[in-house]
């Protein structure tokens, strides 16, 4: 991400995981959020490409969460302005944790992140071959982990 980041010739750049999809007009939404007052970066509410509750439930606690925290995170579709990417330092070389650790550094700088109430859609794999229970279990233990310091290449062998 750095990388494409260090070539990338725009003044915003938009992270996109390669199982998600972004919402009509993203990058209208995206111009429009970044021209409010002191917004530097963002992201997009989330949702899962299926039809089951659970899940649906789970996106909408996910996009809450971020909200509310001002945290969200890579699979919402993450975009910032270049100029603040690159004072923050961009991503954090580590294995796991890299988009909640940039959003922490912008936040310690009291630099403001909206979050869009348009949906970006992912793939629900990870939850469809793990369990909804298991996997809801591990993000939480590894975020928990994660904010008591321990270091995140060691969370990613538990991640996978």
Known sequence: MNEGAKHASCEVLLFLHVD???PKNALLHVREVLKQKGVVAGAFDLDFDTKKRSLKFIAKVASWRSRKTRLPYGDQAIF???EIFEKVGAYE????????NLMQKLKKKSLKIKIINHKVIT??????????????????????????????DKLA????
Do not use: C, H, Q
């Open 157 to 160: 062998k538990f991640y996978k």
């Open 80 to 82: 910032i302005k270049k």
């Open 93 to 100: 070389d580590i294995a796991l944790m890299e988009d909640l």
């Open 20 to 22: 998600t999809v972004l």
């Open 123 to 152: 793939s629900p794999r990870r939850y469809e071959e793990n369990g909804i229970f298991f996997n809801l279990l591990k993000n939480w233990v590894l975020l928990g982990l994660y904010f008591v310091g321990v270091n995140p």
